[in-house]
């Protein structure tokens, strides 16, 4: 069964982690360029002050990046997440959402840099927003990238 962006978008709201953790993946789009991020902050995704728990928001934007990158650039590619960093800007409170966005050009210009087997780290950032649009935290995500040697072996580099 091919992996649709919707499908994709179901599985991931319906994963354990992100169904118990109220994440809620709302779109993928159909070029897998962007998709949108739901946490519901809730009993139990909120901390002591009864604002978003600060892990959940790292979970809520943990794979979408490398995601999108691995579907743009498809099987030929090892794609994965590396780090993350989150500035907390104000308490979180109701519905959070992330927008991720990772055009096509950047995606080309990833497979060009991962020519030949070389290793691409790429720094993607993002904010996270509440019902009002006030930014809650700012969210950067590295995605390792590389050519899988199978590919680099049968190019001949």
């Given amino acids: ?54 892990g959940s928001m790292s979970a809520m934007t943990d794979p979408y990046f490398f995601m999108l990158v691995m579907h743009q650039l498809g099987s030929d590619h090892v794609v994965w ?23 096509r050009e950047k ?7 991962a020519l030949g087997g070389a290793k691409v780290l790429e720094w993607f950032e993002t904010d996270i927003t509440d019902a009002s649009g006030d930014v809650v935290a700012h969210v950067r995500r590295e995605v390792y990238v590389r050519e899988k040697r199978r590919v680099t072996a049968a190019s001949g580099v």
Avoid: Q
Wanted: aromatic share 10%; charged share 25%; no cysteine.
């Fill in 1 to 54: 069964m091919r992996v649709t962006p919707r499908r994709l978008a179901v599985g991931m709201s319906l994963w354990i982690p992100n169904l118990f953790s109220g994440i809620r993946v709302r779109r993928f789009a159909e070029d897998w360029t962007s998709a949108t991020v739901e946490l519901h902050v809730n009993v139990f995704t909120r901390n002591y002050v009864k604002t978003a728990f600060g």
């Fill in 107 to 113: 995606a080309e210009e990833l497979r060009e840099r």
């Fill in 81 to 103: 997440d590396t780090r993350g960093e989150i500035e907390f800007v104000k308490p979180g409170r109701g519905v959070l959402t992330a927008h991720f966005h990772v055009p």
